[in-house]
């Protein structure tokens, strides 16, 4: 690896790593969103504990963190995808383990949707369809993100080369992980559904 991919890909972390969530709701609120709801840095938990307009703007710039490092890429290695789709894998794990967060931030799918709506952009409506039935049939976010994310590996793993496909492998493994205690919630039946003003303190 020479230098100028490691400045990338450390540059790529960085930026993810921008805890959004976090620095919104104190401007806002002046309080530790890690102490509300959930705990999670995320927008769903913004909305829950603040209101859409901030969950809103933290949603898009989780987008854009997503979507920075790839639009680098594109422009300086579009030759070589396994670099960027590394780069793009590299700013959703600064999402979800923040250096400024003591390496305790979101979910990733805000960020996973910034960068896939560029990298492969005929992934988004696999995303966008799997997102809204799961939504539609069982009200979870958690569930529906998972099933978006999962949707993606998918349409990669059969359209994209083996190298690509084990990197994006990897990242949705990361995100599902990440849900684990989503998991547990649905099972013991105290998941907060869509639509909920308040996630509970779990």
Same mark, same amino acid.
């Given at each position: 690896?020479?230098?100028?991919?490691?400045?990338?890909y450390?540059?790529?972390?960085?930026?993810?790593?921008?805890?959004?969530?976090f /620095?919104?709701?104190?401007?806002?609120?002046?309080?530790?969103?890690?102490?509300?709801?959930?705990?999670?840095?995320? =927008?769903?938990?913004?909305?829950?504990?603040?209101?859409?307009?901030t969950?809103?703007?933290?949603l898009?710039?989780?987008?854009?963190?997503? =979507?920075?490092?790839?639009?680098?890429?594109?422009?300086?290695?579009k030759?070589?995808?396994?670099?960027? /789709?590394? =780069?793009g894998?590299?700013?959703?794990?600064?999402?979800?383990?923040?250096?400024?967060?003591?390496?305790?931030?979101?979910?990733?799918?805000?960020?996973?949707?910034?960068?896939?709506?560029?990298?492969?952009?005929?992934?988004?409506?696999?995303f966008?369809?799997?997102?809204?039935?799961?939504?539609?049939?069982?009200?979870?976010?958690s569930? =529906?993100?998972i099933?978006?994310?999962?949707?993606?590996?998918?349409y990669?793993?059969?359209?994209?080369?083996?190298? /690509?496909?084990?990197?994006?492998?990897?990242?949705?493994?990361m995100?599902?992980?990440k849900?684990?205690?989503?998991?547990?919630?649905?099972?013991?039946?105290?998941?907060?559904?869509?639509?909920?003003l308040?996630?509970?303190?779990?």
């Amino acid at each position: 690896m020479d230098l100028e991919v490691f400045l990338y890909y450390l540059f790529s972390y960085i930026i993810g790593s921008i805890p959004t969530g976090f /620095i919104l709701f104190y401007i806002v609120k002046r309080e530790d969103i890690r102490k509300v709801g959930s705990g999670n840095t995320g =927008a769903t938990n913004v909305i829950r504990n603040q209101g859409k307009l901030t969950g809103i703007f933290t949603l898009l710039i989780d987008l854009i963190k997503g =979507a920075v490092p790839v639009i680098y890429g594109i422009i300086n290695y579009k030759d070589f995808p396994e670099i960027i /789709i590394i =780069a793009g894998g590299l700013a959703i794990f600064g999402h979800i383990f923040p250096v400024f967060l003591k390496f305790k931030g979101g979910k990733g799918v805000a960020t996973f949707a910034g960068v896939f709506l560029l990298f492969s952009l005929k992934t988004a409506p696999f995303f966008i369809i799997a997102f809204l039935v799961t939504i539609f049939f069982t009200k979870y976010v958690s569930l =529906a993100s998972i099933a978006g994310v999962t949707t993606v590996f998918f349409y990669i793993m059969f359209t994209e080369m083996v190298e /690509i496909s084990i990197i994006t492998f990897i990242i949705c493994l990361m995100i599902i992980i990440k849900h684990r205690l989503n998991f547990i919630r649905i099972i013991k039946g105290n998941e907060p559904e869509i639509g909920s003003l308040r996630e509970k303190n779990v």
